[in-house]
């Protein structure tokens, strides 16, 4: 019995040192099977190129703003219109400034016509004096009347001269009050398109409030900014490859027109404006836009 306990005792022994000896085929397999690590590829840019960022601009672009406060009484613009140098765009209540102007240009009729009886009335007088000195020569009539005659031929002149003057002042009185009516007519001040209106008929609006957007449509800019170490590198009139993520991947063509000659001490960047060569696509103002700069070492 002894005997047979110790074999079994043995062979059981014999069958663990066998186990531990072989290797997992599992674990082989992986290890074998298990790719390398794979590195993901970056894209380098040229080391002579810069890409910056900046909006697509115009020259012309500004608020019209109110001159004088009123009542809008109609609007002929809206965003989108497309308008030309002087066209009105509405209209401001005018009923009050029109009756100043009319009774402006009334006086000025009633000044003219006094002043051309005043001129008339000197010529009378002049005569006059004339007639007392060939008169006072051939020893007619005594000095106090030559004097006399002479001393109020000279005084309607002086009368002459104030009507002229108070003439010119109500012509200018009325241009003044024909430049405030021009104010209730508001007009493009270029060529553009409405991009926004912010009054509506029957507003009243104050001095300095605004009543429309307008934007000029070309030339086409792009304002960016450069890093310091660019200056002195980018010349007025090199050209530059422009593009917009928003209308896809097409690149248009720019010349540079102005370059900062200092550097924003803020930002360590200078400023620069280039101006689109060639049709613009669909750019529009507003929109931003790629710049690649190549610089060369």
Known sequence: MKHTVG???LGFMILLVCGCGKSNPVAADAAVTTPPTQQAVVPQVAADTFVASGPVVVEKQVDIAALREGVVTSTAAEPGTRVRKGQILALLDNRQITADLEAARA??????????????????????????????????ITKEQYDHARFKAESDQWDVKRVRELLV?????????ELELDKTRIRAPFDGIVARRYVREGQKVAIGDRLFWVTGESPL?????LPEKFIGRLKRGEELAVSSPDVGETSYRAKVIEVSPVVDPSSGTIDVLAQLVGPAGDLRPGMTADVRVHISR
Do not use: P, Y
């Not at 009633?110 to 008169?135: F, G, H, I, P, T």
């Not at 800019?221 to 900014?225: A, E, G, N, P």
């Open 7 to 9: 074999a079994v005792s």
């Open 221 to 225: 800019r792009v304002r960016f900014t």
């Open 169 to 177: 002042n109500a012509q200018q009185t009325e241009h003044s009050l």
């Open 107 to 140: 006086k000025t009729r009633s000044v003219e016509a006094d002043l051309q009886n005043w001129q008339a009335e000197a010529k009378v007088l002049d005569a006059d004096r004339d007639r007392a000195q060939k008169m006072w020569d051939a020893g007619l």
